[in-house]
């Protein structure tokens, strides 16, 4: 039975291959060719991996992820398409599925949306509900440096606190874009803001996620 992040998976294995190497994307800096390498990185080499949060490995991470980075771009699609290898935590399914479900969503975003020519991507129901759970449980994390109160609100109603303080902005929108918005992709996101105005200007520009 397939799993989601299995699903995220193969969907952006297809955005990158079509978008191209010197593709832009959402992550600040970055091309397709450099965000597909962060990806096999991340999945392949968790030595390297590690240097993102630790700060003394962060030069030989940077010269791990370079070799990556240089490698055929086709060949690293096809790495991130055919999974992590067998030895790999990853390639437990509900590890995978813990892991990965929201990574792979979001880059898959991040390569969707820098796009001239992106459309919006309807969610099913059960998957909505999936990314609306794990935006509940990492809010306080993603908004942590929220410079303003933050509320994340589903068109139903639901709610999650990602900062306590005032004033408040909330912003309601649909899981996956509540999402994208907790992840620092404020600009990208399609949500509505309530609040002061100078609230939400300091709000949409802040350095929001991990």
């Keep these: 039975m397939s799993t989601h992040a299995k699903r995220e998976r193969l969907l952006l294995a297809d ?18 060719r450099d965000l597909a390498a962060h990806v096999v990185v991340r999945e392949r080499r968790p030595d390297a991996a590690a240097g993102l949060l630790i700060g003394p490995l962060k030069n030989r991470s940077e010269r ?11 060949e690293l699609v096809q790495l991130i398409r055919t999974g992590p290898p067998r030895m790999s ?15 792979f969503y979001v880059h898959a975003e991040d390569v969707r949306r820098a796009q001239p020519d992106w459309s919006a991507r ?17 809010a306080r994390m993603l908004g942590r ?9 589903r068109p139903d109603g639901q709610t ?42 300091r709000v949409t520009t802040a350095k929001l996620g991990m």
């Design 15 to 32: 955005l990158l291959e079509a978008a191209g190497p010197e593709a832009p994307t959402l992550c600040h800096g970055w091309t397709a």
């Design 64 to 74: 791990i992820t370079n070799e990556f980075t240089s490698k055929p771009y086709e």
């Design 89 to 103: 935590p990853f390639g437990v399914k509900q590890l995978d599925e813990a892991a990965n479900t929201v990574e």
């Design 122 to 138: 309807e969610l099913d129901p059960v998957f909505a509900d999936v990314l609306w759970s794990r935006t509940e449980k990492a």
């Design 145 to 153: 440096k929220a410079p303003v109160g933050l509320v994340l609100r």
């Design 160 to 201: 999650a606190v990602a900062h306590k303080g005032t004033p408040v902005v909330t912003v309601t929108g649909e899981p996956g874009e509540l999402l994208l918005f907790a992840f620092g992709r404020q600009d990208a996101a399609r949500v509505e803001l309530e609040g002061d105005q100078e609230a939400i200007s």
